[in-house]
């Protein structure tokens, strides 16, 4: 099982970035897929989730507004579209799947990648 997190870097605040996920060796569209940052010196969090195909999401009240998960079942990959980006959105960013239509999630993760939001 991989997940390689791509698409990081520095930002301006108010600026925009796309990450992505790629995902292999498990069955992608079976897969509810999320998404979870790290800020320096705290713990991981969850922000963002999609459900299968695509069907619903969910985000955490930090994010509502800015940032938009989507998938694409095809290439076994979720991507984040982040928007009016803020110096607190500074964190490592992983993707995850959590869950699934067997009942349970993936317990591993990637290297993830680091977005700096600074002026």
């Known amino acids: 099982v991989q997940f390689v997190e791509s698409g990081g870097g520095l930002v301006q605040p108010g600026g925009s970035l796309r990450l992505s996920c790629v995902t292999s060796g498990f069955t992608f569209s079976n897969y509810v897929m999320s998404w979870h940052r790290q800020p320096p010196g705290k713990e991981r969090d969850f922000f963002a989730l999609?459900?299968?195909?695509?069907?619903?999401?969910d985000y955490a009240n930090s994010v509502k507004g800015r940032f938009t998960i989507s998938r694409d079942d095809a290439k076994n990959t979720v991507y984040r579209q982040m928007n009016n980006l803020k110096p607190e959105d500074t964190a490592v960013y992983y993707c995850?799947?959590?869950?699934?239509?067997?009942?349970?999630?993936?317990?591993?993760w990637g290297q993830g990648t680091q977005v700096t939001v600074s002026s």
């Open positions: 999609i459900n299968l195909a695509g069907r619903s999401t």
């Open positions: 995850n799947a959590p869950t699934s239509v067997y009942g349970c999630g993936i317990d591993s």
